[in-house]
């Protein structure tokens, strides 16, 4: 009996793997067709005007069979000026961008998604930077997911940046972003023409 599981274990790890479905391509191919590595990233040509409102703003209720993804730019963490324009993506398409310690919120479909966090434009600092970050999650109909940008550049007391530049997309506790959302301004994004 073992010798039989061996067998067949042994057989299915060199059996040619099945084609992907055509959903599980998509991603792949949306990374390759942006050129920025990440399923969640939009076009690399596609740029936004942002205009931030410093006024109290709250995140609604999603609607009926929908989610909502608060994305957030924390710029805490970034010594240097000026501070990048971090545009956002979900599933190959962006949508939104935030300047400088700002948030917004779109309506999402429920299941798995893909998101980006891109510098829209490359940030003048010395050495290299890590300008896209990444994640993905499912989300259930009826929540709030949050998303924090944390654009890092930390600086001596000189100005001089001394790690390297970077943004990183990670989930935020909905207590967490409750504090950051009170002292964030409102971003308001349009692609440019």
């Given at each position: 009996?073992?010798?039989?599981?061996?067998?067949?274990?042994?057989?299915?790890?060199?059996?040619?793997?099945?084609?992907?479905?055509?959903?599980?391509?998509?991603?792949?191919?949306?990374?390759?067709?942006?050129?920025?590595?990440?399923?969640?990233?939009?076009?690399?040509?596609?740029?936004?005007?942002?205009?931030?409102?410093?006024?109290?703003?709250?995140?609604?209720?999603?609607?009926?069979?929908?989610?909502?993804?608060?994305?957030?730019?924390d710029d805490?963490?970034?010594?240097?000026?000026?501070?990048?324009?971090?545009r956002f993506?979900?599933?190959?398409?962006?949508?939104?961008?935030?300047?400088?310690?700002?948030?917004?919120?779109?309506?999402?479909?429920?299941?798995?998604?893909?998101?980006?966090?891109?510098?829209?434009?490359?940030?003048?600092?010395?050495?290299?930077?890590?300008?896209?970050?990444?994640?993905?999650?499912?989300?259930?109909?009826?929540?709030?997911?949050?998303?924090?940008?944390?654009?890092?550049?930390?600086?001596?007391?000189?100005?001089?940046?001394?790690?390297?530049?970077?943004?990183?997309?990670?989930?935020?506790?909905?207590?967490?972003?409750?504090?950051?959302?009170a002292s964030?301004?409102?971003?308001?994004?349009?692609?440019?023409?």
């Open positions: 009996m073992a010798t039989s599981l061996f067998v067949l274990l042994f057989a299915s790890l060199l059996a040619p793997n099945p084609k992907p479905s055509a959903s599980a391509a998509t991603p792949t191919a949306t990374a390759q067709a942006n050129s920025l590595g990440a399923p969640g990233c939009g076009a690399t040509d596609v740029e936004f005007d942002v205009k931030t409102d410093g006024g109290k703003h709250s995140v609604p209720v999603p609607d009926a069979g929908k989610a909502i993804v608060v994305f957030l730019q805490a963490k970034f010594g240097s000026r000026p501070r990048p324009t971090t993506g979900i599933d190959g398409a962006w949508v939104g961008a935030t300047h400088a310690n700002s948030f917004f919120f779109v309506s999402i479909d429920p299941g798995e998604h893909h998101l980006c966090a891109n510098w829209q434009s490359r940030v003048i600092l010395t050495g290299p930077s890590r300008a896209t970050s990444a994640a993905h999650f499912a989300a259930e109909v009826g929540n709030v997911y949050y998303f924090r940008a944390r654009d890092i550049a930390i600086t001596d007391h000189s100005g001089a940046v001394v790690s390297e530049p970077e943004v990183r997309l990670e989930p935020v506790d909905s207590d967490e972003a409750q504090v950051l959302i964030f301004a409102f971003s308001e994004s349009h692609a440019k023409k």
